[in-house]
């Protein structure tokens, strides 16, 4: 590495880096490079007790911190948004040896977290009340808006920058104190904002990063009475359990879960273009985001023109450490990931699919998976209901507007959708029927800081980014003040 003053293995708990220190349950846990196996460190594995010190800090921090004019919070926003984007390339390169992408997406992935900030730093200082008018003659009905409270938040690997920063960015303008827990595979990027945040004088206490097993944190989150919200990114599966026992303890949530992306390709698209979305939307972070496409239709007049097209594609991707120059697939981040992508693949082939690209295994070493399109896939195939999170990219053959509405339906998930055509009224109505909350038209990644990302049915509940971002974060009181009568 460049850069080693980002490199911290000690948790940052109330403005102090805390390493174990030898105590009963103090234990580490070794992160590796998933491209080369290397060990890169070992960082804390930490439970209840530091968390709860965390928790203490935050809620001791929280009166101060809400009551910052908006505009001071907006600066330390600003802050760490220029902190992240100074110093970019150091923090890409950290982010690519802990989770494997390729350099350059590693880079802009610190300058889409980046973005959060700036923009949160601005919605700061636009958290408006309301008047409502009152039903009657001597009284007035007055809305405030105030933080809720301490957060805490659980992230997954996939983006362990910029999915700290969605939540962060919005927790802090809002005025909340926020406890963050990375992942386990993943907490080097986010150590990094501790570093940050004694840079650019964080108030002690705003900002508590902890790594450990998720389950006693969680717990904590969940039981402690000075902690009001969780936010999750993960899996449905967790989520579900997660969120069941935060609302057991009536805490905010908010869940950002799993998606099983439909991309349809109507016989009117520019084929050429959807050749291209469906390239960036399937094998971007080697198809390890929640938004990529997991299901690809494609109307029966183009259908064999695709595959040809998109399967050369894929071959021609070039596949390996995402630190050397040229690459643009990296390792999967495991190589449990890697046996889910085979499975998937013996599955699909067994009931009838075809392997028109990749399929295997790359010489590279246990973590890297060669780029895969699947032909002649069908609803039978488990790659049609479970995330894949890897490079496989199953074709569907479809025939009718109505048929693949259904069948782009028929999930549990509802978060991205994709769809490819040049006919204004079908745009319209795929917006309209598909059950997703993001649909992209025409493109192949939707995500922005500027619009709400989030799902419906078992894809989750909240908003990130946006104008709606900071309403996950704000608690609506009403006030009403009488006896205005002289
Ligand atoms: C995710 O996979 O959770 C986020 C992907 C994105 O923001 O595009």
Redo the contacts with the bound molecule.
């Keep these: 590495m460049t850069d080693r003053r980002f490199f911290r293995q000690e948790c940052y708990i109330a403005g102090e880096w805390v390493g174990p220190n030898g105590a009963a349950g103090d234990e580490t846990v070794e992160v590796r490079n998933p491209a080369t196996g290397e060990i890169l460190g070992a960082v804390p594995n930490f439970g209840r007790d530091q968390t709860k010190r965390a928790i203490d800090a935050a809620y001791e921090a929280f009166p101060e911190w809400r009551s910052l004019p908006p505009q001071d919070r907006a600066r330390y926003c600003m802050a760490i948004h220029d902190a992240l984007m100074d110093n970019r390339d150091e923090l890409g390169e950290l982010l690519t040896i802990e989770m494997g992408k390729p350099l350059p997406e590693a880079i802009g992935e610190i300058a889409f977290g980046a973005a959060f900030f700036k923009w949160f730093s601005e919605e700061a200082t636009r958290i408006y009340g309301d008047v409502i008018p009152s039903p009657w003659p001597n009284k007035r009905i007055i809305l405030t808006k105030e933080p809720v409270g301490v957060v805490g938040a659980i992230t ?1 690997w ?2 362990p920058s ?2 700290l920063a969605r939540k962060m960015a919005a927790a802090l303008a809002a005025g909340c104190p926020i406890i963050c827990k990375p992942a386990i595979e993943t907490p080097f990027s986010a150590f990094a904002y501790g570093v940050i945040a004694d840079d650019i004088g964080l108030p002690k206490g705003v900002l508590s990063i902890i790594t450990g097993d998720p389950a006693p944190i969680a717990d904590e989150f969940c039981e402690n009475p000075k902690l009001r919200k969780i936010t999750f ?1 993960g899996s449905t599966a967790v989520g579900k359990g997660l969120a069941s026992k935060a609302l057991a303890h009536m805490k905010r949530v908010s869940m ?1 879960l799993g998606g099983h992306a439909p991309l349809i390709i109507f016989d009117d698209a520019d084929l050429e273009r959807a050749v291209e979305g469906a390239m960036i939307s399937k094998f971007r972070n080697s198809g390890q ?3 990529c496409s997991n299901r690809i239709y494609v109307q029966a007049g183009l259908y064999d023109e695709f595959a040809e097209r998109f399967s050369a594609k894929a071959r021609a991707l070039k596949v390996g450490d995402g630190l050397e120059s040229g690459i643009q697939q990296g390792p999967l981040i495991t190589e449990k990931a890697v046996l889910k992508v085979e499975d998937h693949i013996a599955d699909a082939t067994q009931k009838g699919a075809s392997v028109i690209a990749g399929g295997k295994r790359d010489h590279l070493g246990l973590t890297f998976f060669e780029p895969t399109v699947l032909r002649d896939v069908t609803a039978d195939m488990k790659i049609m209901r479970e995330e894949t999170f890897g490079p496989v990219a199953p074709l569907i053959k479809f025939d009718s507007e109505e048929e693949v509405v259904i069948q782009a339906n028929n999930t549990e998930y509802g978060l991205a959708a994709y769809v490819y055509t040049n006919d204004l009224g079908r745009s319209w109505r795929m917006i309209d029927a598909l059950e997703y909350g993001m649909i992209a038209i025409n493109e192949g ?1 939707s ?1 922005t800081p500027v619009a709400p ?1 989030g799902g419906v049915k078992g894809s989750g509940q909240g908003r990130e980014g946006s104008r709606y971002g900071l309403d996950d974060y704000i608690n609506i009181k009403y006030a009403l003040i009488g006896g205005l009568e002289k």
């Design positions: 997954p996939n983006f910029a999915m990114t950002e985001t929640c938004v990644v995500s990302f």
